[in-house]
Structures are given as C-alpha cells and as structure tokens.
C-alpha cells in the first residue's frame, strides 16, 4: 500500500464523526421544527394576516347597481328591505326569494281599496277588494313594517334602522322615490348608507326621458345577481319581453292613416272638483310608450308629461277612437264613463258612443311599469285593434300570466285578475 487511507478507512472515519454529532443534528432540526410550527400559530391568530381578511371577505360579494355603484353585499342576503310600489316584490316571487323581505316602501301593497260611483237612474256600483297583486299572494306583508309615512313620501330611516335588513333594494321613479328631484334622490340615498345599509339602486322607466321599457331587463339582471339567480330574472324578462315582440310583429305594418288614436286618461273627484274631467299622459310617459312604439297606435294627446289635467271642451276636441283608464288616481271603470251623471258631457265622444273604453288593472301607486306591465299592454294592443288581436281573450292571458310568473294554480290566479278589478274582461268576454 502507498499509505493513503482506504476507501473503507475513509467510511469508517465518516460514520465515526456522524455518530458523534448524531445528537447535536437531530436536536438542531428539531429545534428549527418548533420554531416553523410556532411561526404557522402566530400567523393564524394575526388579526391582521392576509389568510384572515380573505376569509372574511368571502362573507361578501360586489353587485353594480343602476347607479354604475359596486355594492358590497352579504354573500347570503337574508333580510331585504324594499322601496318601491310592487315592482321588485314581483321579481323577488319569481325568484324565490319574496320570504326574506322585512320591510317595505309602499303602502299599496298594504291597503284594501274600495270604490263606489252613482250611475244616471240612480243606482251606486261598489268595488271593494282593490288589492296589488303582491298583497293578495303574501298576505304576511300585511305584518311587515312599511318605512313610507301614509301622508307623503317620507321615509321613516328610523324604521329602517330597526329592522336592519342586509340590503336596501330602492327603485328611483315609483311613487316613493320620485324620478324628478334629484336632490331627494341623493339624500335619500345618502341617508340610507350613512346608516351602513348596503344600498342598491334601480332605475324605473320613468326615470329615463324616453320611459323605454327595455330598463326593466337590467333592473331585473341586477336582482338576479343580488341572489346569484341571473339566469332565471334573465328568463324572466325574456318572457315579459315574449308579450311585447308578439304584439309589435302584429302590429308593425299598420300605416299611419290607419292607426288607432288612443287617449290615457286618469278620472278622479280631484279632477272633478277642480273644473276638469280627468288627467293625461303625454308623449314621453311609459304610458305614450306602449301606444305608439309597441302597439304601433297613436296618443292623441301630443304634449309632454303626465297628470294634465284636461276639462271636457278640450278631451272633446281630441275625440279619440280608444280611451284608457288607469287606475292609479282610483278605480274607474267603463261603466262608469258610460253611465255617472257627471260624464253625461262626455257621452258624445266617439269612444263612448262606439263602446272602447277600457279599464287597466289596479295598480295604486303604481308610478312606473310593475311585472305584470305584459298585461297593460295586451290591453292596449286589443283595444287598439281588436282584428289583429281577436284570437286572444285577455281575461285568459292575465290567468296563463300569473301562473306563468308567479307559479300559482288556476283558481288562484282568477282571484288575483278579480282583485285586480278585470273582471269586465270575463262579463265582456274581452
């Protein structure tokens, strides 16, 4: 050998010097194995730790309101709070999620409305029953707190504090929060969210200076997200929209010398009292909408806004084919134009003599379109042309409708067209 150590002397000392230091290695990892550990329970009790706030923020999730606003909303809303006249109620039926309401903002779909209207020979004629359809189907928001004083549109923020819902849900352009006051639009809103409620705004149609209906689909689309049901409001409004399209393919190659002339006009005592018959709706409203760029008829009245109030030398001169009678300033129906002493001056107008008037659901405080708009429209459609439109029976599309929409049987469907006062259309078989 040359006395150079061995590959195995080499191996010999090498196990001989790890033996020696086996026990100082082992403690040094063990050591660094309690130092990691002890790292990992600090960073999870760290109020402050990155790992805390992400599982707190999947609590929450951001919807953009009509506003362009990103709300932040509780991942599951459970208690809603509602500013409008019946309209998001509506949606929220269709999607499921009507129960988690606790507080509304309009007492429509509260009250229980009566009317009654003396006739020539003597006789009075009594409504009653005049309900919203959301008051009918939940009997229960009878029993929830209502935030709109019943003298004005005031809100109550204490009453909304109360509750404390997980969301405010306010429609700008119903009765409760009118479209034409920016500056209450503002504070309003303000108020609420300096409450720390989450507050998701929608706009109405008569938000808008055209009141184009199509807004309703994006109102619809941010309900939907709210609970993580875009799809079924989307399908929703596809088949609100079904109505619309079937009646402007009908209705689109009328010419202009063959269309219908059409008159909104609200009856009221107010309008009564004050020298006049009753109130128009002008080129600009939903209402002018539905006439002309729908049902492809005309509004007689060709001036801008709504409630007007015309007396009965000037709705003479406008003499139209067809007069509607909203509902929103009370119940009138035809019968009443035909037969109460106090419209024997209007008995010469053509629409009178011919038997076209037309009575439109009962929609108090109804300021902008609700869900069950395919209805109003179905009428002005048949009124205005009743040809193009004698295969359909309007009593039977407002029970296919509720079914449709609000997943009730027949009967009770009956009795939600009955409580909306069209019961003409079943005694006229219109």
């Not at 208690?79 to 429509?108: H, P, Q, Y």
């Not at 004083?149 to 809100?155: A, E, F, L």
């Not at 009245?301 to 409630?307: C, E, K, L, Q, V």
């Not at 001169?317 to 509902?327: E, F, G, K, Q, R």
């Amino acid at each position: 050998m040359n006395g150079k150590p061995s590959n195995i002397d080499k191996i010999g000392k090498f196990w001989s010097f790890f033996n020696s230091k086996k026990s100082l290695v082992l403690c040094v990892l063990f050591t660094l194995l309690i130092v990691s550990m002890g790292g990992c329970t600090e960073q999870t009790t760290d109020t402050n730790s990155p790992t805390v706030t992400e599982s707190s923020d999947e609590q929450y999730k951001y919807v953009t309101d009509m506003r362009g606003v990103q709300v932040k909303v509780p991942e599951d809303i459970k208690r809603v709070a509602t500013i409008d006249d019946g309209f998001v109620e509506g949606v929220l039926t269709n999607l499921g999620e009507i129960d988690k309401v606790v507080a509304i903002g309009s007492w429509s779909l509260k009250r229980d409305y009566k009317y009654t209207y003396p006739t020539i020979n003597g006789t009075n004629y009594t409504y009653t029953h005049g309900w919203n359809t959301m008051k009918y189907l939940h009997p229960w928001l009878n029993d929830t707190p209502c935030i709109n004083s019943p003298q004005g549109n005031i809100i109550s923020y204490e009453t909304l504090a109360d509750v404390n819902p997980d969301v405010v849900i306010m429609r700008v352009g119903d009765c409760t929060v009118g479209a034409k006051d920016p500056e209450k639009i503002t504070k309003t809103i303000s108020t609420i969210e300096s409450l720390d409620i989450p507050t998701v705004v929608l706009y109405s149609p008569t938000y808008y200076e055209n009141s184009d209906l199509s807004t309703m689909r994006d109102e619809m689309r941010v309900i939907g997200q709210l609970f993580e049901k875009e799809q079924k409001a989307m399908d929703l409004a596809d088949y609100l929209e079904s109505s619309e399209k079937m009646i402007r393919e009908r209705t689109k190659d009328i010419p202009e010398e063959k269309k219908s002339t059409v008159l909104y006009i609200g009856l009221s005592p107010n309008a009564r009292s004050s020298g006049g018959a009753g109130t128009v709706s002008g080129i600009d409203t939903p209402e002018s909408y539905i006439i002309e760029n729908i049902c492809n008829a005309r509004n007689v009245y060709r001036d801008t806004g709504s409630g007007k109030l015309l007396n009965a030398e000037q709705i003479m001169a406008l003499d139209p084919d067809v007069i509607l009678l909203p509902t929103a300033n009370g119940f009138h129906p035809p019968r009443e134009l035909y037969e109460a002493p106090y419209y024997q001056n209007l008995q010469n107008l053509r629409a009178v003599l011919n038997k076209r008037v037309y009575a439109m659901p009962w929609t108090p405080m109804n300021c902008a379109r609700r869900t069950e708009y395919p209805i109003d429209m179905m009428i002005v459609a048949k009124a205005s042309y009743p040809d193009l439109f004698s295969d359909v029976k309007v009593h039977e599309f407002a029970v296919d409708f509720y079914q449709d929409v609000y997943g009730v049987n027949r009967t009770t469907a009956e009795e939600l067209r009955s409580n909306q006062w069209l019961d003409w259309t079943v005694e006229s078989d219109f």
